[in-house]
């Protein structure tokens, strides 16, 4: 019997010292689960590699490149500050925006950071100036749908039939622009040069690109006053006669508080003018030449 407790006892020992010396997984390890927190510590690299083992789903379109690697960076950051929630995404380019809703899927919705609601709750908007009130509606068009006149949340493209990529550059996305507002029922063009004025006919937008989204604004006939919508959140005044005063952010105010931006849009400008097929304009006969 003494044989027995004694064999028992060494294996209890065994296990113990095993439990006790045997290192944890790393937070980056494959199938670890790590939080939000411990994301912000790792390179892109390992921080898509982690959310990859524990089920994220990349959208369509999407690959494990390194254009993914940072927007999961980006993203994650953004989670851990408070900056971006289930409800408040700040991205108008909708791959984005999916990724963002995937990452928060597989993280859970952590609190935030004691710091990042201090934070939050003290930003003043820089260089835009809040239009109206809050209204819930905003949450369902983008940039690009405010600047059309479109209450959608799409990318260029989507009005006619068109693939896009934020890999693109800025022109090609103002081509897309064109492209929209000429099934819409628009005669336009693309144009590098700020209009100093519009007939009373036309209309004007502006659009930006930074290395994972792009913006758009938009003017009236003076071509002087631009308002903006970033992504889902509250239209805007832009603070400047010109877009090209200084780099463009998307700062932001959603229900009511403000954020500031993450992500700078530093592109040329491209300016689309446009006016209504059948209407007081020119109507072309042909496709119109882009001004360059």
Same mark, same amino acid.
């Given at each position: 019997?003494?044989?027995?407790?004694?064999?028992?006892?060494?294996?209890?020992?065994?296990?113990?010292?095993?439990m !006790?010396?045997?290192?944890?997984? $790393?937070?980056?390890?494959?199938?670890?689960? $790590?939080?939000?927190?411990?994301?912000?510590?790792?390179?892109?690299?390992?921080?898509? &590699?982690?959310?990859?083992?524990?089920?994220?789903?990349?959208?369509?379109g999407?690959?494990?490149?390194?254009?993914?690697?940072?927007?999961?960076?980006?993203? !994650?950051?953004?989670?851990?500050?408070?900056?971006?929630? $289930? &409800?408040?995404?700040?991205?108008?380019?909708?791959?984005?925006?999916?990724?963002?809703?995937?990452?928060?899927?597989?993280?859970?919705?952590?609190?935030?950071?004691?710091?990042?609601?201090?934070?939050?709750?003290g930003?003043?908007?820089q260089?835009?100036?809040?239009?109206?009130?809050?209204?819930?509606?905003?949450?369902?068009?983008?940039?690009?749908?405010?600047?059309?006149?479109?209450?959608?949340?799409?990318?260029?493209?989507?009005?006619?039939?068109?693939?896009?990529?934020?890999?693109?550059g !800025?022109?090609?996305?103002?081509d897309?622009?064109?492209? &929209?507002?000429?099934?819409?029922?628009?005669?336009g063009?693309?144009?590098?040069?700020k209009?100093?004025?519009?007939?009373?006919?036309?209309?004007? !937008?502006?659009?930006?690109k930074?290395?994972?989204?792009?913006?758009?604004?938009?003017?009236?006939?003076? $071509?002087? &006053?631009?308002?903006?919508?970033?992504?889902?959140?509250?239209?805007?005044r832009?603070?400047?006669?010109?877009?090209?005063?200084?780099?463009?952010?998307?700062?932001?105010?959603?229900?009511?508080?403000?954020?500031?931006?993450t992500?700078?849009?530093n592109?040329?400008?491209?300016?689309?003018?446009?006016?209504?097929k059948?209407?007081?304009?020119?109507?072309?006969?042909?496709?119109?030449?882009?001004?360059?």
């Amino acid at each position: 019997m003494k044989k027995v407790i004694k064999a028992f006892s060494l294996v209890m020992a065994f296990f113990l010292l095993h439990m !006790v010396v045997s290192p944890a997984p $790393a937070a980056g390890a494959e199938g670890s689960q $790590a939080t939000v927190e411990q994301l912000t510590q790792l390179s892109g690299e390992e921080v898509l &590699d982690n959310l990859l083992a524990n089920g994220l789903r990349l959208p369509e379109g999407l690959e494990a490149d390194k254009f993914t690697r940072n927007a999961a960076k980006e993203i !994650v950051t953004g989670i851990e500050s408070g900056a971006i929630t $289930a &409800d408040r995404i700040p991205y108008s380019y909708t791959k984005m925006v999916e990724l963002a809703h995937n990452i928060l899927e597989v993280t859970g919705t952590p609190a935030v950071a004691a710091r990042g609601i201090s934070a939050l709750a003290g930003y003043t908007l820089q260089d835009s100036t809040l239009i109206g009130a809050w209204s819930n509606d905003y949450r369902y068009y983008n940039c690009y749908g405010y600047a059309i006149g479109q209450q959608v949340f799409k990318d260029p493209g989507y009005h006619s039939g068109k693939s896009f990529s934020v890999s693109m550059g !800025v022109a090609e996305i103002a081509d897309l622009a064109v492209s &929209d507002l000429n099934a819409l029922g628009y005669w336009g063009y693309k144009t590098t040069s700020k209009p100093s004025s519009l007939a009373y006919y036309e209309r004007v !937008v502006a659009v930006r690109k930074g290395s994972n989204d792009y913006h758009f604004m938009k003017s009236d006939t003076s $071509a002087n &006053d631009w308002t903006h919508k970033p992504a889902g959140n509250q239209p805007m005044r832009w603070n400047y006669a010109s877009p090209g005063y200084k780099i463009w952010t998307n700062e932001n105010s959603f229900q009511n508080v403000n954020y500031a931006g993450t992500v700078s849009y530093n592109s040329t400008i491209y300016y689309i003018v446009y006016w209504a097929k059948n209407g007081a304009g020119p109507q072309p006969t042909k496709k119109i030449q882009p001004v360059l």
